[in-house]
């Protein structure tokens, strides 16, 4: 039924403390015949969203919960600024410089000018990457592309991939993952190749598990079969959840642009870059992987600026939260909390294992995320166990995995800056007693009691 908020204009002094204050009205789905004044407006909208969970407690998500409280007050203070104005906002334009060049910089990019982009998330990012992959496979083949370009990737990737290669007509040619194997191989890289391929990715980090894959050995695989005379394949490094973390946790890692083949990277700043939501990078080995073609020039804000991105208009307070991160952490301050978070997700998986009916998938030690299953048929599913933490207050998301293991389902743990070692016990406690009770409520004497109430 469709509702409006109405004209309230009488006095509500002299009603009990909340009774009345718009509580008899229902928020509106079309728009109202007039204005409603700002403190009702904002209970109504407040009290609404007190239905949310707690973004805290929403361990389904990589996105940032929490920030120091002088960083949401600059944020807050950016509200205001377009990122795309640079000539308005020329301080606010030279902070997402150094922010590109620090990551460029973590990433080990080729000395020089930075070449990259700060983005809406990794989602942007993924789009701008592989959009330079399309072109430069085309400048290989003379221009007109001469057949269907592919991209080799994994089963096990972010839906963003699928979303890319259906709406930029790129073929994707999906690695299967395996039980008990959830990140592809070189060996299948190296076999799915071929001419028209404008590119294959790896996962620093996947969605599902959080493992790493092997960049380092894929990248080895495609060198070793283009100097036996088969296609010359660039890499591009999907590090959306790892890009943050493996620098400080596993900094000898060789998984970046130290490796040569890794031509472009994409890592997600609301994710372990500790940011509030929407900021990603993209960031290229140098100018040559970024065709001149996609960057555009527009001088109607006031001045002549290059710009490569899928919108124009962008908030410029997330780039201002990212770089209050930089600064105020560090390195050793970025190392300090990975460290601990990796610490507080191999504590959970510890007391998790300690359960005789849970099998870990993923531990924690690669990044801070925590996959795990049922071993057998215990009587009950992730999916129960999903349902019944939700009622603790706790989200943790129960799915199937990606082909050909759609017959394993898990439960993933994603530790965030926030949570800390106390509620991580309580969430082990919480685990484990959903599974006792399910599994009590499967037997057959539990049944009969029920029942006979």
């Known amino acids: 039924m469709t509702s409006q908020l109405a004209n309230d204009t009488s006095t509500d002094a002299g009603l009990p403390a909340y ?21 009702s407006t904002y209970r109504l909208l407040h009290d609404e ?80 990457a592989g959009l330079a992959l399309k072109w430069r496979w085309r400048a290989r083949k003379g221009g007109t592309g001469g057949g269907t370009p592919n991209l080799v990737l994994g089963s096990n990737v972010q ?23 959830y990140v592809v191989t070189p060996e299948q890289v190296r076999d799915a190749v071929d001419e028209n391929t404008i590119g ?38 999907d590090a959306a959840s790892g890009g943050f973390v ?35 990078f993209v960031s290229w080995r140098s100018a040559e992987h970024l065709p001149e073609d996609l960057v555009f020039k527009v001088n109607y804000l006031g001045g002549d600026m290059p710009t490569f991105t ?34 507080t997700a191999l504590d959970i998986s510890a007391g998790l294992a300690e359960d005789p009916a849970i099998e870990i998938i993923a531990d924690g030690s690669a990044i801070p995320v925590i996959a795990f299953t ?23 998301p129960a799915y199937t995995m990606p082909a050909d293991a759609e017959d394993v389902a898990v439960l993933r743990i994603v530790v965030r800056d926030g949570f800390n070692a106390d509620l991580a016990s309580d969430l082990v406690a919480d685990i484990r007693a959903v599974c006792g009770e399910l599994a009590a409520a499967e037997r057959p004497e539990h049944r009969r009691t029920h029942f006979a109430h």
């Not at 991939?161 to 194997?181: D, I, N």
């Not at 493992?211 to 079969?225: F, G, M, N, T, V």
């Not at 992730?382 to 989200?395: I, N, T």
Request: with cysteine; net charge negative; proline share 8%.
């Open 19 to 39: 009774t009345g204050h718009l509580s008899r009205k229902r928020p509106p789905d079309r728009l109202p015949d007039g204005p409603t004044d700002p403190e």
């Open 159 to 181: 839906v963003v991939w699928e979303k890319f290669c259906r709406y930029f007509e790129v073929e994707p040619r999906y690695l299967p993952v395996a039980k008990g194997r």
């Open 310 to 343: 899928l919108n124009f208009s962008r908030p410029g307070n997330q780039i201002i939260g990212q770089y209050y991160n930089f600064v105020r952490l560090g390195r050793a301050g970025y190392t300090a909390i990975m460290e601990a978070l990796r610490d």
């Open 246 to 280: 493996v620098p400080f946790l596993h900094p000898e890692l060789e998984w970046d642009f130290r490796l040569p083949r890794v031509v472009s990277i994409n890592v997600s700043g609301h994710k372990y870059g500790l940011t509030y939501p929407g900021i990603g």
């Open 49 to 128: 969203l007190l239905l949310d969970g707690s973004s805290r407690l929403n361990l389904a998500t990589f996105v940032t919960t929490w920030m120091d409280p002088q960083a949401a007050t600059l944020m807050a203070e950016a509200f205001d600024k377009n990122m795309i104005d640079k000539d308005e906002y020329p301080a606010t334009a030279a902070i997402e410089r150094r922010c590109v060049a620090i990551v460029s910089d973590l990433f080990h990019a080729e000395p020089g000018e930075p070449t990259g982009a700060a983005t809406i998330g990794s989602s942007e990012a993924v789009m701008l």
């Open 374 to 396: 049922l071993k057998g048929d215990p009587g009950y599913t992730v999916f129960q166990v999903s349902h019944e933490l939700r009622a603790r207050g706790w989200q943790v």
């Open 200 to 237: 294959a990715v790896g996962i620093l980090g996947t969605t599902y598990t959080g493992e790493l894959e092997p960049i380092a050995e894929i990248c080895a695989a495609l060198d070793d079969l283009a100097a036996s005379g088969g296609p010359d394949v660039p890499v591009h490094v």
